[in-house]
């Protein structure tokens, strides 16, 4: 059994990826329901919880349904009508592996519609807000990573400053221009 983690696609805390027992926000599209899911990271891409305590959701499976139009010589398996968000069950397995096939590097990810968002628990917007995505993590959620970039927006605002161009308080605009940022990752950078 693989263990699978990813890295998150806000940069707003100074760690980057999920790490196993720690919190975050898994984004959905809004073609799916939008909103968000809450949790503590289980190990495996697993995702919420059913009354009974076992997993809710796996994070490849939800990949495979979301991005069904890839899927072509073999079919995703689920009772009923075609579901926006499939809770686990008997046909997880085969569907999982259907989500890792067509999501699980990081160039396969680039090409998705629909590629995993995970975030941080402090993350207040939206799947579609969001123009980045998780891409695997190399550590594979085994205790935090550190940010290596962290400091590339202090350094930038170092040297904004000693430009002249303008002060911290006008340096909003320019971190959202240079790192594709949007304006509350900004502010919240400035406040450290």
Not at 72 to 100: A, C, Q, V
Not at 169 to 185: H, R
Request: hydrophobic share 30%.
């Amino acid at each position: 059994m693989g263990s699978f983690s990813w890295l998150k696609a806000d940069n707003l805390t100074k760690v980057s990826n999920v790490a196993y027992g720690k919190s975050f926000k898994f984004l959905i599209p809004k073609e799916f329901g939008g909103g968000f899911i809450k949790d503590t990271y289980q190990d495996y891409g697993y995702l919420g919880q059913k009354e009974n305590g076992e997993p809710k959701y796996d994070m490849y499976e939800l990949l495979a349904f979301w991005n069904h139009e890839l899927i072509s010589d073999r079919e995703l398996k689920y009772d009923g009508e075609f579901p926006k968000m499939k809770e686990i069950d008997d046909y997880t397995d085969h569907n999982r592996i259907l989500g890792i096939d067509i999501g699980c590097y990081d160039d396969q990810i680039d090409k998705l519609k629909y590629p995993l968002k995970l975030v941080s628990a402090s993350y207040n917007g939206t799947y579609e807000d969001l123009e980045t995505y998780s891409y695997g993590d190399p550590n594979q959620g085994f205790g935090e990573t550190k940010r290596e970039s962290e400091n590339r927006y202090f350094r930038y605002l170092d040297e904004l400053r000693e430009s002249g161009i303008t002060n911290m308080l006008g340096a909003s605009p320019y971190l959202v221009d240079e790192f594709g940022i949007n304006k509350n990752e900004a502010r919240k950078i400035l406040s450290e």
